[in-house]
T-cell receptor, first 114, second 113 residues
Framework: DSGVTQTPKHLITATGQRVTLRCSPR?????VYWYQQSLDQGLQFLIQ???????AKGNILERFSAQQFPDLHSELNLSSLELGDSALYFC?????????????FGNGTRLTVT | GENVEQHPSTLSVQEGDSAVIKCTYS??????FPWYKQELGKRPQLIID?????GEKKDQRIAVTLNKTAKHFSLHITETQPEDSAVYFC????????????FGTGTSLTVIP
């Protein structure tokens, strides 16, 4: 167990809908990263937060948004869903924002858009 | 920005043989190199990491080597077992603000019993 909690584990929804994915980092970790992994693909970086502030953006679509709350949990909001958004979404946490510490991944949320 | 290339994309070995996965990076400022193992449908798990002030690190059957001059690092798995079958990702990061982790495209390792 990595200590990173992601909910829900599975999500099935229809095109055009909006969903929210939730992540609680490991105790003591201030950084949260979101990654998207499509079938048989690598890890695509979406966005990073550190102590409530956005630190970096990757290939995140405008239909997607995220935030990190004062208690350090983070939410990833996906709207106007398309079939191609079906993927595993991972949250990872790290103790710092400086890239010096390993990422610890949650078990992911599997999103299926029908 | 950083670019991490990983080879091979697939690798099959007989049980008991060694497996080697290689990664190259482009940014000489990168100074931390973790390796992750991802079993099918599961989360990536850190298996070993190395920092730029170290040339080699070992943990039982797993070792990682780093050549800063050539900007490449490798994962070595000895005495492979069927449970080593998974996708392995390398990554490179450097200190600073912003996204510091750049992942390779992954190597699917199959260990044949």
């Amino acid at each position: 167990d990595s200590g990173v909690t992601q909910t829900p584990k599975h999500l099935i929804t229809a095109t055009g809908q909006r969903v929210t994915l939730r992540c609680s980092p490991r105790s003591g970790d201030l950084s949260v990263y979101w990654y998207q992994q499509s079938l048989d693909q690598g890890l695509q970086f979406l966005i990073q937060y550190y102590n409530g502030e956005e630190r970096a953006k990757g290939n995140i679509l405008e239909r997607f948004s995220a935030q990190q709350f004062p208690d350090l949990h983070s939410e990833l909001n996906l709207s106007s869903l398309e079939l191609g958004d079906s993927a595993l979404y991972f949250c990872a946490s790290s103790v710092d924002s400086g890239g010096n510490s390993p990422l610890h991944f949650g078990n992911g949320t599997r999103l299926t858009v029908t | 920005g950083e670019n991490v290339e990983q080879h091979p994309s697939t690798l099959s070995v007989q049980e008991g043989d060694s497996a080697v996965i290689k990664c190259t990076y482009s940014d000489s400022a990168s100074n931390y190199f973790p390796w992750y193992k991802q079993e099918l449908g599961k989360r990536p798990q850190l298996i070993i990491d190395i920092r730029s002030n170290v040339g080699e690190k070992k943990d039982q059957r797993i070792a990682v080597t780093l050549n800063k001059t050539a900007k490449h690092f490798s994962l070595h798995i000895t005495e492979t077992q069927p449970e080593d079958s998974a996708v392995y990702f390398c990554a490179a990061s450097k200190s600073g603000t912003g996204n510091q982790f750049y992942f390779g495209t992954g190597t699917s390792l199959t260990v044949i019993p």
